[in-house]
């Protein structure tokens, strides 16, 4: 099991930035896939970016240009720079990992494919 603990939101202006962080602890496999999720009121929680340990990044198409997804390999924390931030990116923001796959495109951005969760973050863009 992987504890998760998410980091970094608040309240920001359009076009503005954010830095998400999420802390890792407990067992992680050489392959393991972690990603971001978000949830906005009244709609289900999407996928936004995922990387593994093989660094291979990817990102929903609504984040694409704006958003970059890290992974700090040497403690397991995973980070979401956010830039250019609309008010339509305003949502709960999840932290998930999976600890024993490399990530899958078309498997790891459905939430299902992940058993580890954070508690969330809440992000708010205004105008």
């Known amino acids: 099991q992987v504890q998760l603990l998410e980091s970094g939101g608040g309240s920001v202006e359009t076009g503005g930035s954010l830095r998400l962080s999420c802390a890792a602890s407990?067992?992680?496999?050489?392959?393991?896939?972690m990603a971001w999720f978000r949830q906005a009121p009244g709609r289900e929680r999407e996928w936004v970016a995922s990387?593994?340990?093989?660094?291979?990044?990817r990102y929903a198409d609504s984040v694409k240009g704006r958003f970059a997804v890290s992974l700090d390999f040497a403690d397991k924390s995973l980070s979401l720079q956010m830039n250019s931030l609309k008010r339509e990116d305003t949502a709960m923001y999840y932290c998930?990992?999976?600890?024993?796959?490399?990530?899958?495109?078309?498997?790891?951005?459905?939430?299902?494919?992940?058993?580890?969760w954070g508690q969330g973050t809440q992000v708010t863009v205004s105008s």
């Open positions: 998930a990992a999976d600890p024993r796959r490399t990530c899958w495109p078309g498997v790891h951005d459905h939430q299902s494919s992940f058993d580890s």
């Open positions: 407990g067992y992680l496999s050489d392959r393991y896939c």
């Open positions: 990387v593994g340990n093989d660094d291979y990044k």
